[in-house]
């Protein structure tokens, strides 16, 4: 465990070190959260909410929905790339897992972006667009938590494209594939809630909204209580399942490498 620890660090001084990537991320999240605020108050113009929803829950909640979203992803194409030039061969010859070296080094990254992104950027629509605090005591914690489930859900299922890369020549049609279904069912783009039933019900049986949705609606309130203990655990069954699949998978994929010599 202590070299995947380090590995994360050494990722975290890598991405410190290039300041201009840094702001070059920071400027578009601005601008988009900027758009994002002047298009939900285009939307609620001539109306008091949507969908039960007034105009400061949206925007709270689509402004944390656009800073999760940033983490949905993860190093599917990163292992791709390996299988298909073949360093693969190499790395599974190293004295670790490459799956876990691999979340090691995501994860590093993005703790590095809530630092030095995440968390001043929201701190900056706290003050000046005007996102609400958590809706109650609890909810602050229990959306951190949940967030922190979402990340590594994101995490692992990236690693979906990875393994895929055994099997297929080409993984930019799943990318793209998993990209439009992230986007829309993870519920960065508006509120679950706000879905047809049968979409929504549609929607409870996917690990999508877990990413993105449950934390978000914890920290707004639209899921509170008993639902918010309930939707964390749903994670964590979900975090458990999608792990146990991927290592599975992995074990299968990995007896298609050929390594010839020493």
């Known amino acids: 465990m202590r070299k995947y620890w380090e590995m994360m660090k050494s990722q975290i001084k890598i991405d410190t070190t290039y300041s201009a990537w840094y702001w070059a991320g ?4 601005l601008l988009k959260m900027l758009l994002v ?13 949507v969908n039960d929803m007034p105009l400061h829950a ?4 689509v402004v944390l929905a656009m800073l999760l979203n940033n983490y949905v992803a993860g190093v599917g194409v990163q292992l791709a790339g390996q299988v298909r030039d073949g360093s693969v061969a190499i790395e599974l010859m190293r004295p670790y897992n490459l799956l876990d070296k691999l979340v090691a080094l995501d994860l590093g990254t993005k ?3 809530t630092i030095r992104e995440g968390l001043p950027l929201l701190l900056i629509a706290y003050l000046f ?4 605090a958590p809706a109650t005591w609890t909810a ?3 959306s951190i938590a949940s967030a922190a489930m979402g990340v590594l859900i994101g995490t692992q299922l990236d690693l979906v494209l990875g393994v895929a890369a055994f099997w297929l020549h080409y993984i930019w049609g799943l990318h793209t594939l998993r990209s439009a279904f992230l986007l829309f069912f993870t519920g960065a783009l508006a509120p679950v809630s706000m879905f047809p039933d049968w979409l929504r019900t549609a929607s409870g049986f996917m690990p999508f909204q877990s990413m993105v949705y449950v934390p978000a609606a914890i920290y707004t309130g639209q899921l509170a209580g008993g639902d918010a203990l309930t939707a964390i655990l749903v994670q964590a069954g979900w975090l458990v399942f999608i792990y146990a699949a991927i290592r599975f998978s992995w074990k299968l994929a990995i007896r298609k490498v050929v390594i010839f010599g020493g």
């Open 26 to 29: 920071t400027v578009s999240m």
């Open 37 to 49: 605020y002047a298009f939900w108050h285009a939307v609620y113009e001539n109306r008091a909410s």
């Open 111 to 113: 703790i590095t972006g």
């Open 58 to 61: 949206m925007i709270t909640y």
């Open 129 to 132: 667009i005007g996102i609400d």
């Open 140 to 142: 602050l914690p229990l």
